[in-house]
């Protein structure tokens, strides 16, 4: 059967056939239940996160759908400081959907999970008749835990704290809007999707003054930066020029007339870290694949309304606001 | 703003006041943080799972897609045998839904997980343009924890046990079915959508050989009931007299031309336990407002081929099957 029918979505056998020969094995779940049941160990606390994933298009240079699903909830449990532990998935698939693509998405997924360490424990499958969704949306959840003393939070922050960005800007939401577009570059620009929880354990590690992470997708650079701002109760001057954007990435951003500090990432993340550890903290993250081109980026500074405030290359001062409205809908 | 616009899922401002003004208070979600992070209590086992709601109409007779979202989930941990905690909540909205729906769906959510005393805990929201998606999904995952002792699993189901249902069949699949074809009915057919964690807790302290619990939604109770003679490895004979359909559900599916047996349940369970705690059990039950027409239905038995059969109230004996294809599509 090269195409999912709406009986892959009924309870029945189909769908049964369908999760013991293509989800079970490839995601490795291994209960078949109503839940997954897991051995839990020390008390503690523990970390919850969810996200659906709807970008079109499914497949984009650098990852694809089910990459993205595991990587965005591994992000959001590590950059709480949290360990990623365990998974769920649900795919909401509309009929007709091609059983290959979803063969290639499963395994990408699978990939992703075995390269994070976390494992896939518990799904489940809808389908929805023809042109009541637009291929496949996943939904993914994550649990974690969280070592002792780490406390991660907004409210740590401290005027004279360092901003620390991980990686360069604009690298998912370019490359999925170029393939959106059906335009290509050379060399091709692909997609940061990534998970980062290797790099957040390091970084836990490495600097007892880390005051909070988040990691900038939708929105991007600058709309996590003024949710810093607005939650910590302080204004952040960044310095453009340490923003670190790839010139791929810059050309495509003009091309498409796109601000690359609004676009979606996937596989960075901004760190608020105490003066006297920002280097430490810098040079412990280069030494990561994730964190090769970490930067300090800014400093939290004591300005009225919570103002992110961007010192331009030559010499100006821009104020950054979040995002509104939709410059790249449907991203992640 | 009385509509869903594409911005309201871009991550910037409008994504921000959506949330900070209806999603946070109603779902009472206390933090805005990538991950909920939440004390967790004494070491021990956790139980995890994961479902997407596409339920076509979004409000039916009885409920909607936002209490079918929470019973759903807090019933999958609940026949696990696990004690509910916290619940996430993603919602895929298509760009035009009506803002009013969705606040009537978000305090229905509230109100399920207050009844069932579990805490929705984390959320995401996406927009995905007109027509690729169907005005709203929804994609709930729950965790809990296991009480020490609790082993539910059909590999406990031994020849003799008992097989008990908590009430009667058919209910929530026409209820939807109905309403999708503009069909109502005097006195009105109303879903059995509701909370099961109050039974079960109570079923886990009533019965020592209780070996396992399944609620049967999709696919119905023939799909659940031959799940658990493959899963079990045996036979089950059920008494067709035995399992209570209402006479207004009896006479829907007649006109309808559904098989109740087949039909999607959300608000009932099926039990296997020892024959002597059968008697015990069904009584606890039905002191309970969800089990009040809780009945022993059948038998575990050794039959080859680890068949379902029903004794018909003439005396026939027909093998039951899961459904296979479609017969209901998009019911939760």
Redesign the interface.
């Known amino acids: 059967m090269e195409l999912i029918?709406?009986?892959h979505?009924?309870?029945?056998?189909?769908?049964?056939d369908l999760i013991r020969e293509h989800f079970a094995p490839v995601l490795n779940i291994e209960q078949l239940?109503?839940?997954?049941?897991?051995?839990?160990?020390?008390?503690?606390?523990?970390?919850?996160?969810?996200?659906?994933?709807?970008v079109?298009p499914l497949f984009f240079p650098g990852g694809d759908i089910g990459r993205l699903a595991v990587c965005g909830t591994v992000?959001?449990?590590s950059?709480?400081g949290?360990l990623p532990l365990?998974m769920?998935?649900?795919?909401?698939i509309e009929e007709g959907f091609s059983m290959k693509d979803l063969k290639t998405v499963l395994s990408s997924m699978r990939a992703a999970s075995d390269e994070a360490g976390v494992r896939i424990?518990?799904?489940?499958t809808?389908?929805?008749?023809r042109?009541?969704?637009?291929g496949l949306?996943i939904?993914t959840?994550?649990?974690?835990v969280?070592g002792d003393g780490v406390d991660l939070?907004p409210l740590q922050v401290r005027p004279g704290d360092r901003v620390v960005l991980s990686g360069s800007i604009g690298n998912h939401g370019v490359a999925v809007m170029a393939e959106r577009n059906g335009i290509s570059f050379d060399p091709p620009l692909l997609s940061d999707v990534a998970p980062l929880n290797g790099l957040t354990k390091r970084m836990l590690g490495a600097a007892k003054t880390l005051r909070m992470m988040?990691?900038p997708?939708?929105?991007?650079l600058a709309?996590t930066l003024k949710?810093i701002a607005v939650d910590s109760g302080f204004g952040i001057m960044v310095q453009e020029a340490a923003v670190m954007v790839r010139p791929g990435v810059r050309g495509a951003c003009e091309l498409l007339g796109l601000d690359p500090l609004?676009i979606?990432n996937e596989g960075i993340l901004v760190a608020v870290v105490g003066p006297g550890d920002a280097a430490q903290l810098v040079a412990e993250m280069r030494e990561t694949a994730a964190g090769a081109d970490s930067a300090v980026i800014g400093e939290v500074v004591e300005v009225p309304g919570r103002t992110v405030l961007l010192k331009t290359a030559v010499g100006g001062i821009r104020i950054v606001?979040?995002?509104?409205?939709?410059?790249?809908?449907?991203i992640c």
Chains 1, 2 share one sequence.
């Open positions: 029918q709406l009986g979505g009924s309870g029945g056998r189909l769908m049964h239940n109503d839940s997954a049941v897991l051995a839990h160990g020390p008390a503690g606390r523990i970390a919850i996160t969810t996200d659906s994933y709807v079109s992000n959001d449990l950059v709480s949290a365990y769920t998935a649900g795919f909401i424990v518990a799904g489940d809808k389908v929805v008749d042109g009541k969704a637009d949306f939904n959840a994550g649990f974690g969280l939070s988040r990691d997708t939708r929105g991007g709309t949710e609004y979606a606001d979040m995002l509104s409205g939709d410059q790249l809908p449907r």
